[in-house]
Nanobody, 113 residues
């Protein structure tokens, strides 16, 4: 397993931006893929964005063109830049890792209208 720790999040107005960071306990190049899920109250957890060890990215349709996932300057960090935020983006955002697996504790993002 890999340990993950998120930072960032908070309260922002609609149209604003938030940057989330996820620090892994090992270099991300030894992890098959990392990314972010989110879960809003009363809804299922959904995949927001992912990035593979080779750099390939994938996004949910609802965030394409607004969110960008990338590797951070540190070799064990993945960043989710969220722009043009909407109230429907309000959720707890979880960093995850796949092979080896791991989950962060979650960070709240609240977008006010």
């Amino acid at each position: 397993q890999v340990q993950l720790m998120e930072s960032g999040g908070g309260l922002v107005q609609a149209g604003g931006s938030v940057r989330l960071s996820c620090v892994a306990s090992r270099t991300i190049f030894t992890i098959n893929a990392m990314g972010w899920y989110r879960q809003a109250p009363g809804k299922q957890r959904e995949l927001v964005a992912s990035i593979t060890h080779s750099g390939a990215t994938n996004y949910a349709d609802s965030v394409k063109g607004r969110f960008t996932i990338s590797r951070g300057s540190a070799k064990n960090t993945v960043v989710l830049q969220m722009n043009s935020l909407k109230p429907e983006d309000t959720a707890v955002y979880y960093c995850y890792a796949d092979r080896p697996s791991g989950w962060g504790q979650g960070t709240q993002v609240t977008v006010s209208s």
